[in-house]
C-alpha cells in the first residue's frame, strides 16, 4: 500500500472524529433568562416544540422565529413546517412572537436580523436555540454579528432528517464557506443579500 493510499482513510478517520467532537458534543449553553428566545429555522414541529417550552418556561418575553425559503408567511404553498410557524406566528400567547424570512436564507441571513433586532430594541442577552450538530457553526455565525451575550441551546432531532453522515458533510460545507467569508456581512459573489 502507497502512502498516498494509506492517507485518504487516515484522513476520512480524521475528519470522522473532527465532526464527532464538534458536532455531536458542542458546548452548549444552559438556559437562562434572556432578551429573546431566537429560534434558528426551519421551523419544524421538534423546534417548534422546544421553543414553546422554553417560553413556557418564561426564558424570556419575545420569541424570534426564522422561516427561511416560506415566501411571504401568509404563502400555505410550503412544506407542513410553514404551516406550524404561520399557527404560532399568527398565535396571541402571553409573549411577543416575532416571525422573520431571513435574506439570505441562510443561517447568515438569520444573524444578519439578529443584528438588526437586537440594535432596534437594545437586546443585550440572546438565547439561540438549534439542533445539536447545528450549534457550533451557529454560534461562530452569530457571534460575528452580535456582540451582546449569547446563549445556545441546542434539542436533538429522535431521528436526524439528514442522517448523520450527510449531516457531518452539511456541517464541514457550512464550516467551509463560513472561512470564506469572515465576518458577518461578507457572502458568496454567487449568493448576495436579495434585498437592502
Known amino acids: 500500500m502507497t502512502w498516498g493510499a494509506a492517507s485518504v482513510p487516515a484522513l476520512l478517520l480524521a475528519w470522522l472524529l473532527g465532526c464527532w467532537v464538534v458536532l455531536q458534543h458542542p ?19 421538534t423546534r417548534l416544540a422546544e421553543a414553546q417550552r422554553l417560553m413556557d418556561a418564561g426564558i424570556a418575553p419575545v420569541l424570534v422565529i ?34 422573520f424570512r431571513p435574506d439570505p436564507s441562510t443561517t447568515q441571513g438569520e444573524a444578519l436580523q439578529l443584528r438588526e ?9 440572546v438565547s439561540a436555540l438549534t439542533y445539536r450538530q447545528h450549534v457550533t457553526r451557529s454560534r461562530l455565525i452569530l457571534e460575528r454579528c452580535y456582540a451582546g451575550e449569547l446563549d445556545v441551546l441546542a434539542f436533538d432531532y429522535p431521528e436526524l432528517p439528514r442522517g448523520l453522515l450527510r449531516e457531518f458533510a452539511y456541517q464541514s460545507g457550512g464550516f467551509a464557506k463560513a472561512w470564506v467569508t469572515p465576518g458577518c456581512d461578507q457572502q458568496l459573489p454567487w449568493r448576495p443579500k436579495s434585498r437592502d
Request: glycine share 10%; aromatic share 8%; net charge negative.
Open 27 to 45: 458546548r452548549t449553553d444552559e438556559p437562562s433568562r434572556s432578551d429573546a428566545l431566537f429560534v434558528l429555522g426551519p421551523p419544524d414541529r
Open 66 to 99: 426564522a422561516v427561511p425559503g416560506a415566501g411571504d408567511l401568509g404563502d400555505d404553498s410550503g412544506p407542513v413546517y410553514y404551516t406550524r410557524a404561520q399557527q404560532v406566528c399568527a398565535a396571541e400567547p402571553a409573549y411577543e412572537v416575532i416571525c
Open 117 to 125: 433586532l437586537s440594535r432596534q430594541r437594545g437586546w443585550d442577552h
